[in-house]
């Protein structure tokens, strides 16, 4: 069974990004993109583990941590940012977040490997790998022996196109300084 991973982030390409990321990887994920809608999911399901942005409209990181603390929800939170002041990382450790990760810092790539270690799962893929035929048929086919005759354009079927084509602006170059 795929564990399960919500994503909470209002910055809508990135989240988009890390959800192709995280379910390529064989996670079943949610997204959604403000606070508010994070704690009604996770109050409501089981996670195991959240992404959750600290700066977000209708409710910011900072009180969707608190409330689940408050609540005893016990869903992972891997805290996303890009505030790197000492006091909002150690705050936001505080209510409870288990990584702190500046995004300006970390590309999805490394995101999907915190988030595979944490879940102590390999990273996998939904790609089907290729198989390789076990045999090859090739079958040789000798080249026609007739020759092909190649049309050559006249001059005035290429000169039309060029005559098509709007002229070039002359170039202008300042006279020297010296």
């Given at each position: 069974m795929a564990k399960k991973i919500l994503i909470v982030d209002d910055e809508k390409a990135l989240a988009n990004v890390l959800n192709l990321k995280l379910t390529n990887a064989g996670f079943e994920?949610?997204?959604?993109?403000?606070?508010?809608?994070?704690?009604?999911?996770?109050?409501?399901?089981s996670y195991d583990l959240a992404l959750i942005d600290i700066m977000m409209p209708k409710r910011d990181g900072f009180s969707v941590l608190e409330e689940l603390k408050k609540q005893g929800v016990a869903t992972p939170v891997f805290a996303l940012s890009n505030l790197g002041q000492e006091e909002d990382v150690a705050h936001v450790k505080a209510l409870g977040a288990k990584?702190?990760?500046?995004?300006?810092?970390?590309?999805?790539?490394?995101?999907?490997?915190?988030?595979?270690?944490?879940?102590?799962?390999p990273a996998q893929t939904n790609a089907t790998p290729l198989a390789a035929p076990e045999t090859i048929a090739i079958q040789e086919t000798p080249a026609p022996a007739t020759q092909t005759e190649v049309e050559i354009p006249k001059p005035t079927e290429v000169e039309i196109p060029k005559a098509m084509m709007p002229a070039a602006e002359p170039?202008?170059?300042k006279p020297p300084l010296w």
């Amino acid at each position: 069974m795929a564990k399960k991973i919500l994503i909470v982030d209002d910055e809508k390409a990135l989240a988009n990004v890390l959800n192709l990321k995280l379910t390529n990887a064989g996670f079943e994920t949610t997204v959604v993109y403000n606070g508010e809608d994070a704690l009604t999911l996770l109050k409501a399901g089981s996670y195991d583990l959240a992404l959750i942005d600290i700066m977000m409209p209708k409710r910011d990181g900072f009180s969707v941590l608190e409330e689940l603390k408050k609540q005893g929800v016990a869903t992972p939170v891997f805290a996303l940012s890009n505030l790197g002041q000492e006091e909002d990382v150690a705050h936001v450790k505080a209510l409870g977040a288990k990584e702190y990760i500046m995004k300006t810092d970390v590309s999805p790539a490394d995101i999907l490997g915190k988030v595979t270690a944490f879940l102590g799962m390999p990273a996998q893929t939904n790609a089907t790998p290729l198989a390789a035929p076990e045999t090859i048929a090739i079958q040789e086919t000798p080249a026609p022996a007739t020759q092909t005759e190649v049309e050559i354009p006249k001059p005035t079927e290429v000169e039309i196109p060029k005559a098509m084509m709007p002229a070039a602006e002359p170039t202008k170059t300042k006279p020297p300084l010296w």
